[in-house]
């Protein structure tokens, strides 16, 4: 998978992409995530990428025509189909589903705002997407842009050592991940779970998935509340839970 960033700080950008497990994996090209000046791609000496909004207000927009050269020119450079997402309040909220979604494509793009917005004439003719990280505004899309690249990114294969590193985690599945411990067995006066250290593996993971369910239900109940569980074992768990939960009633 292929990841370009448009970008105003590309070397911000380029120091969080290239270190630790992604920086690893790009290195045995698994993944390429790159990010853009977009002021390289304009056409005046001053590298001007802003100017004032039409019909008056404050702070300036970002120009079209910089970042429409700098996106034809990633278009070409990916020879394939490319799938360009701008970073917006305005957009869909960005979420583990979305995350899945979007490893379905080999080449994103991912347009970084600044300012006061981007003129609309470039998000009209180039962008397919908008997605937003949350209901608050940011400085710029910069962030947004690497919480995505991220969250994708992880999920392509051999980029972890197993699918289990991500599937278990939290939202990938709909529930929270369990709580985890490492050593020493005791910390503070608190001890491990004993089940975590009997070594029978198909108690440990009814514990885990246990502890998924009542951890959702407890601090996501918005979560918890659209939670439909497949096989006969979850759903047994679940109407464990559902019994516990009226019995404390």
Avoid at 44 to 70: E, F, S, T
Avoid at 211 to 240: F, G, N, V
Wanted: charged share 25%; glycine share 8%.
């Amino acid at each position: 998978m292929r990841i370009d960033i448009m970008t105003l700080f590309p070397d911000s950008v380029g120091d969080m992409m290239n270190e630790s497990i992604l920086g690893r994996a790009q290195e045995r090209g698994y993944i390429r995530i790159e990010a853009h000046q977009i002021r390289d791609w304009t056409t005046n000496k001053q590298m001007q990428v802003d100017d004032y909004p039409y019909g008056g207000g404050r702070g300036a927009i970002l120009q079209a025509d910089p970042l429409y050269n700098l996106w034809t020119h990633l278009c070409d450079e990916a020879m394939g189909p490319v799938h360009t997402i701008f970073m917006s309040p305005a957009g869909r909220t960005f979420n583990q589903s979305e995350a899945k979604r979007l490893l379905g494509y080999e080449n994103l793009i991912l347009v970084c705002g600044h300012y006061e917005g981007v003129d609309e004439r470039f998000i009209e003719e180039c962008v397919d997407e908008e997605l937003s990280i949350g209901d608050f505004v940011l400085t710029g899309g910069e962030l947004p842009a690497m919480v995505i690249a991220d969250a994708v990114a992880r999920m392509v294969p051999g980029v972890l050592p197993d699918p289990e590193c991500f599937e278990d985690e939290s939202h990938y599945s709909g529930l929270l991940e369990y709580p985890q411990y490492s050593r020493p067995e005791t910390w503070h006066g608190l001890s491990v779970p004993p089940v975590l250290l009997s070594g029978h593996h198909a108690n440990i993971a009814k514990w885990r998935r246990t502890q998924s369910i009542l951890r959702t239900r407890t601090r996501r109940p918005d979560m918890y509340a659209k939670l439909h569980l497949d096989s006969k074992q979850d759903r047994k768990l679940l109407q464990e839970l559902e019994d516990e939960a009226r019995g404390e009633d």
